[in-house]
Antibody, heavy 120, light 110 residues
């Protein structure tokens, strides 16, 4: 069965960086793009970007351009999302999710989420 | 890219039907038949309920249906059940691989 398993919770200081992982299993890793979506406490979902596990190409939301980097490791079927220059407003649960159809599909499978807390 | 507009909350009694609207622009909802809807219970990851405006994934109840007119998409839940109480989010393709989500709607089953 398709599974996306994310790394554990993180606590970071303002100005630091965080790198969250998302390990895929149950399907051919390089066939499906992966999105990253975040959710601040009590708030809605916010799309951050998408990565192609095959070639590594990316597309980021304008809001995160210059601060986010999405990468992948095909040897371990893992994608990564690194967010730099953290501030308190980046405190959120970060989700990875699989795109069902190239880059235009729905997000059909989700990871369990990773809580990132930014606090001095 | 601005978030899609959803009502903050809706409510209904068991057995009733409710509809949640999702308003975007001609650059997202109005330009693509690529609207999806997600259900999220507290503390859980979102779950796909509707894709490509009207399609249901395998395993999702046929009480859930979707539609679209112009720049507004809608999710209808018929025969409301207690377990439908959750937050619902719409999402639209917005070009060049990007997505935009709605602000979310909290459904209360009275």
């Amino acid at each position: 069965q398709v599974q996306l398993v994310q790394s554990g919770a993180e606590v970071k200081k303002p100005g630091a960086s965080v790198k969250v992982s998302c390990k895929a299993s149950g399907y051919t890793f390089t066939t499906y793009y992966i999105h990253w979506v975040r959710q601040a406490p009590g708030q809605g979902l916010e799309w951050m970007g998408i990565v192609n596990p095959s070639g590594g190409s990316t597309s980021y939301a304008q809001k995160f351009q210059g601060r986010v980097t999405m990468t992948r490791d095909t040897s371990t079927s893992t994608v990564y999302m690194e967010l730099s220059s953290l501030r308190s407003e980046d405190t959120a649960v970060y989700y990875c999710a699989r795109d069902s159809e190239g880059t235009t599909g729905s997000l059909d499978y989700w990871g369990q989420g990773t809580l990132v807390t930014v606090s001095s | 890219q601005s978030a899609l507009t959803q009502p903050a909350s809706v409510s209904g009694s068991p057995g009733q039907s409710i509809t949640i609207s999702c308003t975007g622009t001609s650059s997202d909802v109005g330009n693509y038949n690529l609207v999806s809807w997600y259900q999220q219970h507290p503390g859980k990851a979102p779950k796909l309920m509707i894709y490509e405006v009207t399609k249901r994934p395998s395993g999702v109840s046929n009480r859930f249906s979707g539609s679209k007119s112009g720049n507004t998409a809608s999710l209808t839940i018929s025969g409301l059940q207690a377990e439908d109480e959750a937050a619902y989010y719409c999402c639209s393709y917005a070009g060049i691989s990007t997505r935009v989500f709605g602000g979310g709607t909290k459904l209360t089953v009275l």
